[in-house]
């Protein structure tokens, strides 16, 4: 179903987007390693779903969403392994197959294989310590032998990648120079949404020890585009099996400005009332998403050096209308709150741009256009300067 509010897995279920597919089955094919980035919400996690759901790979899907946390600057080392071999494991139990790899990893953890398979906590959190970083690179090894022997690629996947920058204690630079030295049936793919960020983790990657002639290949995954997303909206509807009048697509496609995410919630949401007999109401879906948005981007603004300043940022571009140039901002930063120097604002404005908050156009720094993600940043950033004053 195309408003399935999960991350899609299936062709039939992912709207448009062939071409980004075709590249990452293409690059797979070719073992080029690739990054896929763009801003939240845009179907970055369902395109590569889809592109590596096929039977002739073996995938190992390790999301770091589950340790993401923007309250914590470092993640603990073990809080990595953990996660790492718990996709490990989900692969070895789906393909049931991979005895030379759970009897690996059992041997350095000094557990029986039973533990492992049942993955149980119990067992394997304490003894997370002896899994080390090279280990890492031996289990992909493993796994690559495994692949091949089966006649399958190999295909790891990082989704959201630039939290490994966060993780305490491992040299993953080193990790992916031997995987790509030795694993010659793997391909790695990294997605982003704070795109910035991945990139400054792939140059590090590249400039540490130069992958030679050999490049990360990059998809960016874009918006929809106002007749793309009507067309979403109306194939969504029509398998709900909804009648929707086009002045609600029309309105909807204005507000959420061809965000799959957005698309894809609105059309749940309202599907749902409409079958439930509650008023479907699009000020009251929007709000919800509006509101999703506030938390998470209040979350964030709580984790920096200064959440006024950030604040004041946001808010200064809502009031030059959503858009402006540095010296602009600054002058309206200065009139809100005491003295930021203008170099620190320009740093504010790049790590949001660096973070997917902001986008930048030429000189000028622009918020989303969408009114969820619109709203949401600016009403978290007045929150967070009432809350100062
Ligand atoms: N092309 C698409 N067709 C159908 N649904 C999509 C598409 N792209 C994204 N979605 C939906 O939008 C939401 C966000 O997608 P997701 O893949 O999690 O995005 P990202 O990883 O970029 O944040 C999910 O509900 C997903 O089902
Ligand atoms: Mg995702």
Redesign the pocket.
Known sequence: M???????EERK?????DKEVDEIKESIERKVWLTVY????????????VAVNDPNYIVVKVNLMRIYDPKKKKYPRSQFMGLFLESVNEVVRKYTMGGRVIRFISNILGIDEKSFLEFSLVKIRPKLKKFRSEDISSVVKELDELAKDNKKGLVIVF??AQELMKVNGINFPSIFHDVYDYCKNTTVIF?G?MVGLVENMLKGLEYEKPFFGRFIRKIK?ER?DEEKSKD?LIK?FKEEGIEVKEEVINEAVRRFDG???????FG?EYSFRVKHGEKADINEIEMMAIEEVRREFKDFLLSTQSPERYSAVVISLDRLGGKGELSEVNKVVNSLIEEVPEPRVYEILNRLVNLGFLEKEGEEYTLPNDEPDRNGLVLAAKDILKNEK
Not at 2 to 8: A, N, S, T
Not at 13 to 17: C, G, I, K, S
Not at 38 to 49: A, C, D, H, Q, Y
Not at 259 to 265: E, Q, S, V, Y
């Open positions: 195309l408003f399935d509010v999960k991350p899609k279920d992912l709207y448009d987007r763009g801003m939240r919400r845009l179907g970055k996690t369902s395109i590569v779903n989704d959201e997605t949404s995954v929809f979403f969504g965000i799959p995410g957005w698309l894809t919630f749940a």
